[in-house]
């Protein structure tokens, strides 16, 4: 399919009526359809074609399920089949074929040493339930309750995984520092700061009088993603694994949307080589359909049966997509491609923030992006960090849309512009995605106030 180009014809009334009734009798919780209000009707790969006619590069790919794009070959041929096969579509946890195939393809490229005596739960199908089984398993696992989790931190949206989640505020689960370069609290960054990070965790556990008894478990994602794009630097991660292992804490690693190949490893985790203790599963596993698993370490195995049921937990084609990705991504190297790739695109955004000193800080990690704007009237810190800037990040999404560009934002305050493009994206279309955000930036720049009613025009040079 050739790149997008947008194709502002006047919007037909039925995409307008679509909108309006969504509006009128949708929740007022609803999430991404406020800030993108497009009716998509058709998408293959990158590209996303609303209802109006207008087709856009798709840089949020289902908040980072896409790894192969929207309606892969492979994944269209692997739901197809099942359909055709006439297999039943829902068996609650029972044994198949499909379900076998998935299982072994997830197996086999899971770090050595958790595959080889590897359990899986099958959860009910969302990120957040996984979460909540990993909870449940290392809570029986261990007869301890607490846990720990991080400053920043998204594991999604039911109680407890909610609770376990940087925007918690009323929560009895101890919060530890995440390493966060730009924004240290130890105002030192690097090596250093996550050092420092890594120290006052373990003085938490190893201080009889810090009030933090020992917990269940320690759940961290090795790049934080809704928290900002925020990779953990991989010394870290080690050290985390080093202290929960000697105080016998599991380690759940939330890897729901770094996994299948997304940070440029197939597991986040490979990066570091640690190995987690459970691994909470979804997103991409599901090929664009949903399904949530958890493996963990068969020692922790000891609940009870039942412990976690739920109807859809059987979701055959979703397994069969699931299968289908797992496999292309790793037949076809894409891990490592969009290791590659991100590199490159991580450069072209230095560049971009060169030019402009709203951007505080470019990051990220294989094809996992982020973009931090700054209030660039405001004062620096002694770190050189800038406050956040929503409005101009809310600016930059509206000013992507009208280029044909989807991107979500993320951060503590919103003002992270989020890349999450599918794995199989070519070099043309990595360098759209970059020009059109190169170009929107500039166009919010010029359009935007700073919070502290900066002047709107302040751009460092040329832009790249
Ligand atoms: N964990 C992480 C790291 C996530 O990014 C998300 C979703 N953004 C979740 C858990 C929750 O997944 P779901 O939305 O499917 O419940």
Not at 63 to 87: F, Q, W, Y
Not at 117 to 141: H, N
Request: aromatic share 4%; hydrophobic share 40%; with cysteine.
């Amino acid at each position: 399919m050739a790149l997008t180009e947008t194709v502002p014809a006047a919007a037909p009334p039925a995409h307008e009526g679509i909108l309006r009734r969504q509006s009128l009798r949708e929740s007022a919780a609803r999430t991404y359809a406020r800030s993108l209000p497009i009716v998509p009707v058709r998408a293959r790969g990158l590209t996303i074609e609303g209802a109006d006619g207008r087709r856009y590069l798709d840089c949020l790919s289902g908040a980072g399920t896409l790894a192969l794009g929207h309606n892969h070959p492979v994944v269209l041929e692997a739901i197809r089949t099942v359909l055709d096969s006439g297999a039943p579509l829902h068996v609650l946890d029972l044994a198949t074929p499909v379900k076998d195939a998935f299982t072994t393809e997830l197996f086999a490229t899971l770090p050595g040493k958790l595959a080889e005596t590897a359990r899986i739960q099958f959860c009910g199908p969302a990120g957040t339930d996984a979460v909540e089984a990993a909870f449940k398993l290392v809570r029986t696992a261990t007869g301890r309750d607490g846990l720990m989790a991080f400053s920043g931190a998204y594991h999604g949206m039911t109680a407890e995984a909610l609770a376990a989640s940087g925007g918690a505020q009323h929560t009895s689960v101890v919060r530890l520092p995440y390493p966060y370069d730009y924004r240290c609290p130890f105002q030192t960054g690097g090596e250093r700061g996550a050092e420092l990070a890594a120290r006052w965790t373990q003085s938490l556990l190893d201080d009889p009088k810090s009030g933090v008894p020992r917990p269940a478990g320690m759940i961290l994602e090795p790049v934080q993603g809704e928290g900002g794009v925020i990779p953990a630097p991989d010394g870290w991660l080690r050290r985390m694994r080093e202290i929960t292992a000697a105080r016998q804490i599991p380690l759940i690693v939330d890897e729901v949307q770094t996994g299948v190949g997304r940070t440029g490893a197939f597991w986040a985790v490979d990066h570091s080589g640690i190995v987690p203790d459970v691994i909470v599963l979804s997103k991409a596993i599901g090929g664009s359909l949903p399904l949530a698993v958890i493996v963990y370490r068969e020692e922790l195995d000891a609940w009870q049966p039942n412990a976690h049921a739920g109807t859809f937990r059987g979701n055959q084609l979703a397994m069969a997509a699931g299968a289908a990705t797992l496999a292309y991504v790793r037949t076809n190297g894409l891990d490592r491609r969009a290791g590659e790739l991100g590199r490159r695109m991580l450069d072209r955004l230095t560049a971009l923030a060169a030019a402009h000193d709203c951007i505080g800080d470019v990051r990220g990690r294989g094809l996992m992006l982020g973009v931090e704007l700054v209030d660039r009237s405001a004062d620096a810190d002694a770190m050189g960090a800038r406050p956040a800037d929503p409005q101009l990040a809310a600016a930059v999404q509206h000013a992507c849309l009208e280029r044909g560009l989807i991107v979500e934002l993320g951060g503590r305050h919103s003002a992270v512009v989020r890349l999450l493009p599918p794995l199989t994206i070519t070099d043309e279309q990595a360098e759209a995605i970059l020009d059109r955000l190169a170009d929107a930036i500039a166009a919010a720049v010029r359009t935007t106030p700073g919070p502290t009613g900066s002047s709107p025009t302040t751009m460092r040079g040329t832009s790249p």
